[in-house]
Nanobody
């Protein structure tokens, strides 16, 4: 069974930093694009950042210049470095990946809560 497990969420003051990690485990042949999404209370889930297997990245306008996505293909892990955090960044952050096992799966993590206090 393939799964994504996030870690690194927590409570931080505005202006602070957090680093999220998402590790894939299971019978994995390869991982294509991976991304971080977030969902704030009462709002739809939105894309925060994504990275291809080759390292190309894209970001939501609201996080450009503050967040950095990266990946370690050898560890099947994707990271999200979040700097200059704002209260509006408060949300549950979810990891997503396109994973090739014996079939191709789109897999979601369970989510990790990030709370930014003002």
């Amino acid at each position: 069974q393939v799964q994504l497990v996030e870690s690194g969420g927590g409570l931080v003051q505005a202006g602070g930093s957090l680093r999220l990690s998402c590790a894939a485990s299971g019978s994995i042949f390869s991982i294509n694009a991976m991304g971080w999404y977030r969902q704030a209370p009462g709002k739809q889930r939105e894309l925060v950042a994504a990275i291809t297997s080759g390292g190309s990245t894209n970001y939501a306008d609201s996080v450009k210049g503050r967040f950095t996505i990266s990946r370690d293909n050898a560890k099947n892990t994707v990271y999200l470095q979040m700097n200059s955090l704002k209260p509006e960044d408060t949300a549950v952050y979810y990891c997503n990946g396109g994973i090739a096992t014996y079939e191709y799966l789109e897999v979601w993590g369970q989510g990790t809560l990030v709370t930014v206090s003002s």
